[in-house]
């Protein structure tokens, strides 16, 4: 059965005879999870001035990795 992920919008086959499932990979659906944990830390932080231009420019830092089509390096394993 054929389904759309509800992140990224790609076509993805659902085999699942239970649920359905809604994302395509783990990493859309890891997206979901971490941007809703991301969405509630910052309801319940109480920064200073200081400290919201620092979260701002993460936040752009973000999106400009998306909509500019940066891959972002992966992390170093310095062991």
Same mark, same amino acid.
Do not use: V
């Given at each position: 059965?054929?389904? @759309? $992920?509800? @992140?990224? *919008?790609?076509?993805?086959?659902?085999?699942?005879?239970?649920? /359905? #499932?809604?994302?395509?990979?783990?990493?859309?659906?890891?997206?979901?999870?971490?941007?809703?944990?991301?969405?509630? $830390?910052?309801?319940?932080?109480? /920064?200073?001035?200081?400290?919201?231009?620092?979260?701002? *420019?993460?936040?752009? #830092?973000?999106?400009?990795s998306l909509s500019? *089509?940066? @891959?972002?390096?992966?992390?170093?394993?310095?062991?």
């Amino acid at each position: 059965m054929s389904a @759309i $992920c509800h @992140i990224c *919008g790609n076509e993805f086959f659902d085999f699942s005879f239970y649920k /359905p #499932r809604s994302y395509c990979s783990d990493n859309c659906r890891n997206y979901y999870k971490y941007k809703n944990a991301l969405e509630r $830390c910052l309801i319940n932080l109480n /920064p200073t001035l200081e400290a919201k231009k620092i979260i701002r *420019g993460d936040m752009f #830092r973000l999106c400009n990795s998306l909509s500019n *089509g940066t @891959i972002l390096p992966e992390a170093k394993n310095n062991d």
